[in-house]
C-alpha cells in the first residue's frame, strides 16, 4: 500500500514538472506515465540530435570540409552504432542539412553513403496493411527527404541506389515509390536545356569565363583569347586577366564602322552557370534603325496581300526590298562587336582590353570608344556576398 | 486589383484606423498608380516614390455631411453608368462578333497570333507580380518594368534565405503572370490556343532558367492547385533568343510537384500564363520578354510528349 503511495506522490510530482516545462504536450496525452515516457524520449532524441550535429561539428574541427571527411563523419558513426543504430533518423537528418558545406549535395556516393546508415531488413512490411500503413513513418519520411534533396540539387539516382533502398524497406513503399518517380522523372529533363553546363563546374576562374562566353556567343566562327595582363606586357595596370570573345565577322563590322560614330563599351551585366555569376562587358554599336524599319509598302502587291489578310512569322523576317542579309550581330537595339570577361570587372582592365583588340582590330584607335559602365536596364544591384563588392561599387 | 485592395481596405477599418494603418493606406494607393500590380498589396519596399513618405502626425476628423453623401452618391451612379455602357458595347461586338463573323479556319504552316506583347506601359501594368515576400515566407523581390528599348523587363533578387517558420525547407520564388481574359460585365474566360500548337517567346535573359506556367481554367476545388510547367533554358549574353515550346510538351503539376498520371493539356482551358524564377541561387535575376506568341508548326504531330500508360493504380498519386 505505501508502495503504492509513493508510486502515486512520485507521479504526480513528475507530471507537475512536466506540465511547468513542456505545456505544449498536455493537449496529447492525458495519462502522466506516457507523458513521461515522452519526455524521456524527447530527451533522448535531443540529446541525439545535439551528438549527431556534433559528429559533424567535431570532423570540421580536425579536417577540411570536403568528401572524404563527410564519409569519415558516416563511417564513425556506424563503427560508433554497430549494434542499435540508434538515433539513426536524427543522424540523418542532421547529414543532409550539413551536405552543403562539405560540398557534396551533387553527390550521388554521398546519398549512397547516407542511405546505408539506416538498417538493413529490419524495417521491411511483411503485409499489404503495413504498407498502406506507412511502415516505420518516421524513417520512411526521412529517407523521402533524402531523396527530395537530392531531387532539388539535380541528382538522379541509379540502380545501386535503389537496390540499397530496396534492403531496407522493401519494393512497396512509400519511399520506394519515391525512388521509382525519380527513375521516371528526372532523366526526361536531364537533358533537356539546349544550353548544357557541366556536371561540376571547373574552379579556375579563367575556365569558367571561357565556359561563360562559350555559351553566351551565337556565332561558330567565334574565337576566344585569353590575356593575363603580366605576360602580356611588362607595366600593366592590374594584375588580373581577360578572356575576349570575337569573331571574324565582328572584326569586319569594325572595320567597316564609320570614324565618325563612336562605339560603346556597356557592361555591368551578369551571367550565371548554374550558381556561379559572372559579369561581362559588351562593346556595341549603335543600331541601324534603317534594317529594322518595314520597307515602305509596294502598291502593285497591296491588293494581292489584303486579300486573306495572312501574316505569317517568316514574312515579317524578311523584307520585300533587295538588300543584303543582316548579320547575326546586327541587332534592333545595338550591334554586339566583342564580348568579354575579366578577373576584377573593374574600369582598368576593360580599357586594358580595348587596348589589346586595338593590336588586331587597327581600325579601332581611329574610332572613339564610350564607356557606359551603368546600363540602363539593369540599373543598381543589390550587393549581397563580401565577394561582389567592388564589382557594385564599381557599377554603382 | 481593385477588388484586393477594397480587401484590405477592409481589414484595415476592422482594426481601426489609426495612424499607421492610414499611412499604409496612402503607401497602398500610391503603389497602384505606380509600376505595376502587386499580387497581394504588400507595400515595396524600394520604391522611390514612396521613400520620402512618412506617416502623418495628426489626424483630421472625419466631418461627412449629408451634401457629400449625396456627391459620392450621383458620383457612383454615374460612374456605373459609365460603366454600364462600356461594357454593353463591348458584349455587342462579342455578340456580333460571335453571330456573324468567320468561322474560325484550319490553321496553316507558319500561322501565328500574339498573346502579349510587352511594347507599352499598360501591357506591363495588366501582369500580376509576386515574390515570397509578398506573402511573408521570404525576402525576394521582384520588379516587371517597360524597357528603354520597349521590352518587358522581370528582374529581381532571389533570397536565398529560408523563413525560420519551421514549415520551409526549400528557398524562395519571384514570378509573374499575364491577367485573366475578361469579356464583357468582367467575367473571367478561358484563353484558347486551339488551332495553334506551340508557344514561342523572344526573351534575353542571364543563364539562369525560369519556369513557364500554365494555369488551368477549373470549376472543382480539387483542381485548382493545378498547373502546367515547362522549363525556359537562357541562353545569356547580349543576343535574343526566340523559344519555341511547343504545348505538348508541357506537364502537369499540382503545388509544384508533378504528377504521376499526365493529362494532356486542354488547350481551349488556360486561365493564364506565368513565368517563375526558382532555380534556388541566391542572387539577381533579369529576364528581357518582348513578346508571347502562339503558332502553327504543321510538323509537330505529337499531341502529348509524356507516357499515358496505367500504372500500378495503387501507387499512382500516393
Known sequence: ???????????????????????????????????????????????????????????????????????????????????????????????????????????????????????????????????????????????????????????????????????????????????????????????????????????????????????????????????????????????????????????????????????????????????????????????????????????????????????????????????????????????????????????NSIVTWIRYLQQTNPKLEKIPIVFQMRTPESGLQVIETDQEQNVGKFIS | MALIASRRLCRFSLLGQNNKTKWLLNEQTNINLGLCQRASGYPLTKDKQNENLQPPKKRKPITRTVKDSVKSFRKEVKDTAVYFGQEVKRLVGEEKERLFGDPQQRAVHGDYEYLFKFDNQRAINSWVLSSDKDVCQGRSESYFHLSKNKTGIFSGTLSGEIVKDGKRKKPSYCSVRSPYRTLAFDRIEAYDFEPFNCLVLRVRGDGRHYLLRLGVDAHFDVYWSDEYHYHLYTRGGPYWQIVKIPLSKFYLSNKGRIQDKQVKLDKTAVSFIGINQSDGNAGTFHLEIDYIALLYDENHKEEFEYELYEANPDHVGT
Open chain 1, 1 to 347: 500500500m505505501e508502495k503504492l503511495r509513493k508510486l502515486c506522490t512520485y507521479v504526480l510530482q513528475r507530471r507537475s514538472h512536466i506540465l511547468n516545462k513542456n505545456k505544449l504536450l498536455i493537449g496529447y496525452h492525458t495519462s502522466s506515465v506516457r507523458l513521461w515516457r515522452d519526455k524521456v524520449a524527447i530527451k533522448i532524441e535531443e540529446k541525439l540530435a545535439v551528438q549527431h550535429q556534433g559528429v559533424f561539428n567535431e570532423i570540421l574541427a580536425k579536417k577540411k570540409a570536403d568528401k572524404t571527411a563527410f564519409q569519415t563523419a558516416i563511417a564513425y558513426y556506424i563503427a560508433k552504432e554497430k549494434l542499435y543504430r540508434r538515433g539513426h533518423v536524427e543522424f540523418i537528418e542532421a547529414a543532409l542539412h550539413q551536405m552543403k558545406e562539405f560540398g557534396v549535395e551533387r553527390d550521388l556516393s554521398a546519398y549512397k553513403a547516407l542511405l546505408r546508415v539506416f538498417p538493413e531488413g529490419k524495417m521491411i512490411p511483411k503485409s499489404v496493411w503495413q504498407v498502406e500503413l506507412f511502415h516505420y513513418p518516421k524513417q520512411q519520411s526521412c529517407a523521402i527527404e533524402l531523396m527530395d534533396q537530392m531531387e532539388y540539387h539535380g541528382v538522379c539516382p541509379d540502380r545501386e541506389f535503389g537496390c540499397i533502398l530496396e534492403s531496407i524497406f522493401g519494393a512497396e513503399v512509400h519511399a520506394f515509390r519515391k525512388f521509382r518517380r525519380m527513375l521516371y522523372w528526372l532523366p526526361k529533363f536531364k537533358n533537356a536545356s539546349p544550353y548544357p553546363i557541366p556536371y561540376t563546374l571547373p574552379i579556375d576562374p579563367i575556365e569558367l569565363a571561357m565556359l561563360a562566353l562559350k555559351r553566351m556567343v551565337i556565332d561558330n566562327q567565334n574565337k576566344l583569347t585569353v590575356w593575363k595582363t603580366l605576360e602580356a606586357e611588362e607595366e600593366p595596370l592590374e594584375d588580373t586577366f581577360i578572356v575576349s570573345a570575337m569573331s571574324p565577322e565582328q572584326k569586319e563590322l569594325i572595320e567597316e564602322h564609320p570614324e565618325t560614330k563612336p562605339l560603346i563599351v556597356e557592361g555591368g551585366y551578369k551571367t550565371w552557370l548554374r550558381n556561379i555569376s559572372q559579369i561581362y562587358f559588351v562593346l556595341r554599336a549603335d543600331p541601324k534603325p534603317e534594317n529594322f524599319t518595314k520597307p515602305p509598302n509596294d502598291t502593285r502587291y497591296e491588293d494581292e496581300e489584303d486579300l486573306f489578310e495572312f501574316t505569317t512569322i517568316f514574312e515579317e523576317e524578311k523584307p520585300k526590298s533587295v538588300s543584303n542579309a543582316l548579320s547575326i550581330h546586327e541587332q534592333p537595339d545595338g550591334t554586339v562587336l566583342g564580348m568579354c570577361i575579366t578577373g576584377t570587372s573593374s574600369k
